[in-house]
C-alpha cells in the first residue's frame, strides 16, 4: 500500500459545480497534511494546509480525519481556472510524502 | 511569497553528456533546499536533501555519484546530472524552505524539464 493514495481521475466537472476528492495516508502518526495545486509542466504551489478542526478558504474546504486517516478537499463553485492537477502532501516522520495527485478538468 | 528560481526551463542532451541545474533563492536565504524528480503522472519523489555548506542526504535508490549536489551558498544549490542516460529524463523541481518556516511552506522552483536523447 502507497503511503500517499489519490484518485488519479480526471474528475471532468461542470463549471459552477462542487467536486470533492479525498487522500488516504497510512502513517497514522502523520503530523500535518497539505493540498497543493500543480498546472501541467509547472511547479507545485501550497493551496491550504489542513488543520484538524478543518479550514476554509473562499471556494476552497479542507478537512481531516484522522480516524479514517484520509483528508479532502472540496471546491464550490468550480471555475474554469480550478483545472489542475491537485497533490495531497502528508508529512510523516518529519518527511513530506506526495501523492501522485488527483487531476481536475472544470469544463464550460 | 518568496521566490525559487530555477534554471534551465528546458534541456535536451545526448546520452553520455552531464547537465547541471541551478536554483536559486532570490529574496531569502535557504539553509535547506530539496531536489525532487517527477515523471510523467506520478509523485514528486524527494532525490535528496541540500545543505548550505555540508554534504547532501540522498534518499534510498538515489545514486550520490551519478546525481551531484552542491550547496556552496545559501541562495545557491546546484544539481548535475553526469553521464545522463535516456531514463534520466524528467521534470527535476527544487524548492527551498525559508527559515523558520512550517515543514509545508515549501517555495518551489519552476522545474526543469530533462529530455535525454
Known amino acids: 500500500r502507497k503511503e500517499v493514495e489519490q484518485d488519479p481521475g480526471p474528475f471532468n466537472v461542470p463549471e459552477g459545480a462542487t467536486v470533492a476528492f479525498n487522500c488516504t495516508y497510512s502513517?497514522?502518526?502523520?503530523?500535518?497534511f497539505f493540498w497543493y495545486r500543480q498546472d501541467c509542466r509547472k511547479e507545485p504551489k501550497l493551496l491550504m494546509s489542513?488543520?484538524?478542526?478543518?479550514n476554509e478558504d473562499g471556494r476552497f474546504t479542507a478537512q481531516l480525519n484522522r480516524a479514517s486517516q484520509y483528508i479532502s478537499l472540496l471546491i464550490r463553485d468550480s471555475k474554469l481556472s480550478d483545472s489542475a492537477t491537485y497533490l495531497c502532501?502528508?508529512?510523516?516522520?518529519?518527511?513530506?510524502?506526495w501523492g501522485a495527485g488527483t487531476k481536475l478538468i472544470i469544463k464550460p | 511569497g518568496a521566490v525559487v528560481s530555477q534554471h534551465p526551463s528546458w534541456v535536451i542532451c545526448k546520452s553520455g553528456t552531464s547537465v547541471k541545474i541551478e536554483c536559486r533563492s532570490l529574496?531569502?536565504?535557504?539553509?535547506?533546499m530539496f531536489w525532487y524528480r517527477q515523471f510523467p503522472k506520478q509523485s514528486l519523489m524527494l532525490m535528496a536533501t541540500?545543505?548550505?555548506?555540508?554534504?547532501?542526504?540522498?534518499e534510498q535508490g538515489v545514486e550520490k555519484d551519478k546525481f551531484l549536489i552542491n550547496h556552496a551558498s545559501l541562495t545557491l544549490s546546484t544539481l548535475t546530472v553526469t553521464s545522463a542516460h535516456p531514463e534520466d529524463s524528467s521534470f527535476y523541481i527544487c524548492?527551498?524552505?525559508?527559515?523558520?518556516?512550517?515543514?509545508?511552506?515549501?517555495?518551489f522552483g519552476e522545474g526543469s524539464r530533462l529530455t535525454v536523447l
Open positions: 502513517n497514522s502518526a502523520s503530523q500535518s
Open positions: 541540500s545543505n548550505e555548506g555540508s554534504k547532501a542526504t540522498y
Open positions: 489542513v488543520y484538524s478542526s478543518g
Open positions: 524548492s527551498a524552505r525559508v527559515a523558520g518556516g512550517g515543514t509545508g511552506e515549501l517555495f
Open positions: 502532501v502528508v508529512n510523516s516522520n518529519y518527511q513530506l510524502i
Open positions: 529574496d531569502f536565504q535557504a539553509t535547506t
